[in-house]
């Protein structure tokens, strides 16, 4: 049925590859969540809560660099347990704390990486915008539906994203005390599509329809990708696996 429409999409659809750990763990945890683009400029879709990592990574990169600055000037005073110990009072560290975070755009742009990101004052959407790239991957763009008029109960749509982190190109490096991206291992991770039908509408406390649900529930890591109508035509995005009742 979506055959088609799934061809469509991937061809502005992308992956975030996240890997990350926690303080006082050297184990990688990867992870995925999904952008797509909207226009030739290197404007791109994705939820509030995928940019919010983004953002939060370089103030957790700055944490975990006056950490370990401040250890190592103050190495010899006392001992290093207690250093440790005031430290990680000082920085609020603690095992259940994220200590690193590091993102990779797959086959987004060529050349740097420079991102201006735009959050939604109330809903879960926000912008990227990819600048100064010396090439933009995708050469397709989607459209979208003009109107909400066809958004009723029992319309079928496909949602498309990154679910299953299966990449394994990172390592934890012990002489650096950091996590990597490596050359080793895959670098790619599979495109998912699910079906559903719209099942109701879901309005805001003053009353304002912001988005829908559909029968058939999302993944975790499709967060950011799109939903969209039989020709392709894109009539929303994912950014939620489950809606409370």
């Not at 952008?35 to 103030?59: E, M």
């Not at 990154?162 to 991770?189: H, L, M, R």
């Amino acid at each position: 049925m979506f055959i088609r429409a799934i061809e469509v999409a991937s061809q502005f659809t992308r992956p975030i590859h996240s890997i990350l750990r926690y303080y006082g763990s050297v184990d990688v945890i990867p992870g995925a969540a999904s952008l797509f683009f909207v226009n030739a400029d290197g404007w791109a879709l994705t939820c509030k809560h995928v940019a919010a990592l983004i953002v939060n990574g370089d103030r957790i990169a700055k944490r975990k660099s006056d950490f370990e600055a401040d250890f190592a000037s103050m190495r010899g005073k006392k001992k290093d347990k207690q250093i440790f110990k005031d430290l990680e009072k000082k920085y609020a560290l603690s095992h259940n704390e994220l200590f690193e975070i590091r993102n990779n755009f797959v086959n987004c742009i060529e050349g740097p990486l420079n991102l201006q990101i735009v959050v939604h004052p109330d809903f879960d959407v926000a912008l990227i915008h990819f600048m100064n790239y010396t090439k933009l991957n995708p050469q397709f763009f989607p459209i979208f539906s003009k109107d909400t008029v066809g958004l009723k109960q029992g319309k079928f749509l496909c949602r498309l994203g990154f679910p299953f982190p299966e990449f394994s190109n990172f390592t934890y490096d012990q002489t650096t005390n950091s996590i990597q991206w490596s050359k080793v291992g895959k670098d790619a991770t599979p495109i998912f599509p699910i079906e559903g039908m719209v099942t109701r509408h879901l309005a805001s406390q003053t009353g304002q329809v912001f988005g829908f649900e559909m029968s058939t529930p999302g993944l975790r890591g499709q967060s950011g990708g799109p939903a969209f109508d039989l020709e392709g035509h894109i009539w929303g995005m994912q950014f939620a696996t489950k809606q409370k009742i």
